[in-house]
């Protein structure tokens, strides 16, 4: 059962474009929304996050959108550069029971910057 | 460097074998995740421990077990081997009990299963 639903599978976005990638989820029971970013031969890394609460974060040329109504948020990448091809996976938090909460991964994005 | 350290970086086996991935957390870390990584499936959640204890169960098989030791290091036992199990493991690890969304992610241990 895919609980967040992610897409693009893919994505080639030129040097200086936006790219963005588009995250769905079901269970309103998450209450946190982490995006981590992987390179190749490395582990996930957390990129940014947002809480439902607000409708947008920005750090740097990195921003999600948040759209609790209707259950979707967004990674938009600014100006993105070919430093920034990676992997972005969107995840969805909740609490799990006994003080712990789990990760739910959508099935990632893989971004390609060309020059 | 996440502070998480995973072994073996990469391992072949035979189908039917048994291996063992260990995993040491951050240091501080009582929570540890394993994660199965494949093309086709994202990352699957296999199984959670706190301090010592099991504390959440994912996509884990049978065949698969998991133990956290006093030292808080982990290990993922995966038996009986079959092609499909061939994918990437991850071991993250968390501050336990803050909803900052925030996992550790080790760079995982490669199996492949000829």
């Known amino acids: 059962q895919q609980q967040v639903k992610q897409s693009p599978q893919s994505l080639i976005v030129q040097k200086g474009g936006i790219s963005i990638i588009n995250c769905a989820y079901e269970?309103?029971?998450?209450?946190?929304f982490p995006w981590y970013q992987q390179f190749p031969g490395k582990g996930p890394a957390l990129l940014i996050a947002i809480r439902p609460d607000v409708s947008e974060k920005k750090e740097g040329r990195f921003t999600i959108s948040f759209n609790k109504s209707a259950k979707q948020f967004s990674l938009h990448i600014m100006d993105s550069q070919p430093g920034d091809s990676a992997t972005y996976f969107c995840?969805?938090?909740?609490?799990?029971?006994?003080?712990?909460?789990?990760?739910?991964f959508g099935k990632g994005t893989k971004l390609s910057v060309i020059p | 460097d996440s502070g998480v350290t995973q072994t073996p970086k990469h391992l072949i086996t035979a189908t039917g074998q048994r291996v063992t991935l260990r995993c040491s957390p951050r240091?501080?870390?009582?929570?540890v995740y394993w994660y199965q990584q494949s093309l086709d499936q994202g990352l699957q959640f296999l199984i959670q421990?706190?301090?010592?204890?099991?504390?959440a169960k994912g996509n884990i098989l049978e065949r698969f077990s998991a133990q956290q030791f006093p030292d808080l290091h982990s290990e993922l036992n995966l038996s009986s081997l079959e092609l499909g199990d061939s994918a990437l493991y991850f071991c993250?690890?968390?501050?336990?009990?803050?909803?900052?969304?925030?996992?550790?992610f080790g760079e995982g241990s490669r199996l492949t299963v000829l």
């Open positions: 421990y706190y301090n010592g204890e099991e504390r």
């Open positions: 995840a969805a938090s909740s609490y799990s029971g006994a003080g712990s909460y789990q990760l739910t």
């Open positions: 269970n309103t029971a998450f209450d946190y």
């Open positions: 240091s501080g870390d009582l929570s």
């Open positions: 993250a690890s968390s501050v336990f009990g803050r909803n900052t969304g925030e996992l550790f």
